[in-house]
């Protein structure tokens, strides 16, 4: 063979491996895989999450403008954390109208994936199907961080259909010098050891107030009326007044001159009528009392053994029972009442923790937390609650309480018209 012919042997030799050895160096390359439609997937890096798909939740609350400016903080925090989960967050300031809403929504099927309800509503939703049981968040440290006493409100059917996200406690206060004055080193145990303090207060200082009742605060009314009952479960139930609270509310009604009217939320002003011994008691959500500056809150007496329902002012988490989204819908709570989020809000608005461990000072919360709530609350919400005192298993139960507190709406505003307030009650039944 001629060198000529040779080369064009070799050379065409050459091309030919060339070609036959092009399919073999495409499936070579790592990032690229064939698929029987002809398209390719890049495979990601070893350790990196791959989410299939987006997801989107929905979100329904009812809060003041500044708690629900924290909200969509948190949200976009989380929603930072977790670009796959997208939440739509919806606000309905007004508690009766966001009832309404929430309720026609989740019997049409169509309410949000998650809902934030007052504790006192969230076993009338279950009872109406309206959710799906949160038993499942309840694991580890998370379901030994709470507390029995708020849980137990929650439960219903034996199962769990609420995350707690905080509370706001109604608490009877005194005018410890006042307390002192009138012979008493505590709060009255009765309410005939009341009424003679009253009296003996009214002596001394005869333009003072011996209890501050605001209009329309149906539980206002209702913590003031259990501290002196020795079976108040009728009050939780929405049932008929007894004979004894009748005659309460009859002495109150003598007594009127000497109530102030003080609205709940006016707390400089009750502040103040403190600070001068002009009021003798006052029935206060805690937030409130958490405002009071140091100084007068030690000239202050918290009547610890007339706690009554600490649940019954306090938010849960829910989920919807037509909710498509659970997982992310559970991830999205525990995210909104980790401890950092609920030291926050104790913070910034003085509402108590649902998390037992942030009653004491947390050491992985570290400097951050500063204001630690009082290791009183803990025994008391941690204490197994009896029968009677919890939430009632009645579909309408929030209609008749809102039933109820429009009429002590309508009969507490000016002057007091308990008669006609008892006359109406009567009615109802």
């Given at each position: 063979m001629t060198p000529r012919k040779y080369v064009l042997v070799l050379f065409g030799t050459l091309l030919l491996a060339a070609l036959l050895l092009i399919p073999f160096?495409?499936?070579?390359?790592?990032?690229?895989?064939?698929?029987?439609?002809?398209?390719?997937?890049?495979?990601?890096?070893?350790?990196?999450?791959?989410?299939?798909?987006?997801?989107?939740?929905?979100?329904?609350?009812?809060?003041?403008?500044?708690?629900?400016?924290?909200l969509q903080e948190l949200n976009r925090n989380f929603m930072m954390k977790y670009p796959h989960i997208q939440v739509e967050l919806s606000n309905e300031p007004n508690k009766e109208r966001?009832?309404?809403?929430?309720?026609?929504?989740?019997?049409?099927?169509?309410?949000?994936?998650?809902?934030?309800?007052?504790?006192?509503?969230v076993r009338s939703f279950a009872v109406r199907g309206f959710l799906k049981p949160a038993d499942s968040m309840m694991t580890g440290d998370t379901l030994t961080d709470q507390m029995t006493g708020l849980l137990?409100?929650?439960?219903?059917?034996?199962?769990?259909?609420?995350?707690?996200?905080?509370?706001?406690?109604?608490?009877i206060v005194w005018n410890s010098a006042l307390l002192k004055e009138t012979g008493l080193k505590e709060p009255p145990s009765d309410f005939a050891s009341?009424?003679?303090?009253?009296?003996?207060?009214?002596?001394?200082?005869?333009?003072?107030?011996?209890?501050n009742w605001s209009a329309g605060d149906l539980q206002q009314q209702l913590t003031w009326l259990a501290a002196f009952q020795t079976k108040p479960a009728n009050l939780l139930k929405i049932l008929p007044l007894s004979e004894q609270q009748t005659q309460q509310l009859e002495w109150f009604q003598q007594m009127e001159v000497n109530l102030s009217r003080i609205d709940v939320d006016?707390?400089?002003?009750?502040?103040e009528e403190f600070q001068n011994n002009n009021l003798f008691a006052a029935v206060i959500p805690w937030n409130q009392y958490e405002r009071f500056n140091e100084d007068l809150r030690m000239k202050l007496t918290i009547d610890r053994e007339q706690v009554h329902y600490p649940w019954l002012n306090g938010r849960s988490y829910a989920i919807s029972s037509n909710s498509d989204e659970e997982e992310e819908?559970?991830?999205?709570?525990?995210?909104?009442?980790?401890?950092?989020?609920?030291?926050?809000?104790y913070d910034r608005f003085g509402f108590l923790p649902a998390r037992s461990?942030?009653?004491?000072?947390?050491?992985?919360?570290?400097?951050?937390?500063?204001h630690i709530p009082p290791a009183w609350w803990k025994n008391e919400l941690n204490t197994k609650l009896a029968d009677e005192n919890l939430p009632i298993s009645d579909p309408i139960w929030p209609e008749k309480w809102r039933q109820r507190e429009k009429l002590w709406g309508m009969f507490s505003d000016g002057n007091f018209q308990l008669a006609d307030y008892m006359k109406s009650l009567a009615a109802l039944e």
């Open positions: 160096s495409r499936n070579a390359n790592p990032a690229i895989t064939g698929k029987p439609d002809g398209k390719t997937n890049v495979q990601p890096a070893p350790g990196t999450l791959v989410v299939d798909q987006l997801s989107d939740i929905t979100v329904s609350v009812s809060l003041p403008n500044m708690q629900y400016q924290q966001a009832y309404d809403l929430w309720t026609l929504q989740s019997q049409q099927r169509e309410a949000a994936d998650i809902m934030l309800l007052d504790n006192g509503w137990d409100s929650l439960r219903w059917n034996g199962y769990l259909w609420g995350v707690p996200k905080d509370l706001n406690p109604y608490i009341f009424q003679a303090a009253a009296s003996k207060m009214i002596e001394l200082h005869p333009q003072a107030s011996i209890v006016a707390i400089n002003q009750l502040a819908a559970m991830l999205w709570i525990g995210e909104m009442t980790e401890l950092m989020n609920q030291q926050m809000t461990s942030l009653y004491s000072f947390n050491s992985t919360l570290q400097s951050d937390q500063i």
